[in-house]
């Protein structure tokens, strides 16, 4: 588009595209581009140093606009941060075997240490905070770093002897539901369970398919209208 107005009554946005227009042209091609656009190359050259000086001022302090733009620049730093964390964290709890933490000296083996402290690793290169990745596989900090600085693992070998109010051979036979049902209770609940756990007495016995319970597929978004759900109220 050709522009005959006056080189001072030119707009600044016009006087941009001018220079920009001019530095990608060959030698011929600018002789030219002048000609048609009543300018001359001293023209063009004083435009550029005015962009260059506008470019290299820095803006004034506590300008309104600047302060917005500090401020939406930080927001979108934080919501990129947040989404990494949160797409960090679903991968590793996809990938955890389950949590390692939940109860009190639970004895952990070194094999799902070691993998636990890569897990995590790996997440809070992806952009999750350790403590939040902790928290997936229900562990504190502290034991994180326990695991960390320990190589060998677990060293507790548990009691050297039995109890005294451990229940024999014949006692554990004993430990069946028809007992607790005539109201005869040789251990507590949870003893009952464990034992017949251990015994295998509690697995699905019937010819029927035993039920399954599947969990959700998970999806994850990054936009709207991208997954939808219903549900009945």
Known sequence: MRNKK?????TAKEKMEAVIAYDRMGESERGQYLRGHGLYSVDIERWREEML?????????????????RDLESELRRKE???????ALLVLKKKSPGDLGGRRGRKVSLADRHTAVEMIA?????????????QVLDISLRTLQRWENDAQGD???GPRTVPKNALGEAERALIVPILADAGIYLASE??????????????????????????????VTT???????????
């Open 122 to 134: 790996e997440a809070v290169t992806n952009g999750a905070r350790r403590s939040r990745a902790c």
């Open 6 to 10: 006056r080189p001072q009554n030119w």
């Open 190 to 219: 949870s003893t009952m369970h464990r034992i017949l756990r251990e015994e295998k007495l509690l697995e699905h016995r019937q010819r029927s398919s035993a039920v399954r319970h599947h969990r959700p597929e998970e999806h």
């Open 53 to 69: 000086e506008a470019l290299s001022k820095k803006p004034k302090k506590g300008d309104p606009k600047d302060k917005r733009i």
């Open 155 to 157: 060293r507790r070998r």
């Open 223 to 233: 936009g709207a209208n991208q997954v939808w759900s219903w549900d009945i109220t």
């Open 81 to 87: 941060k947040a989404l990494a964390e949160a797409a």
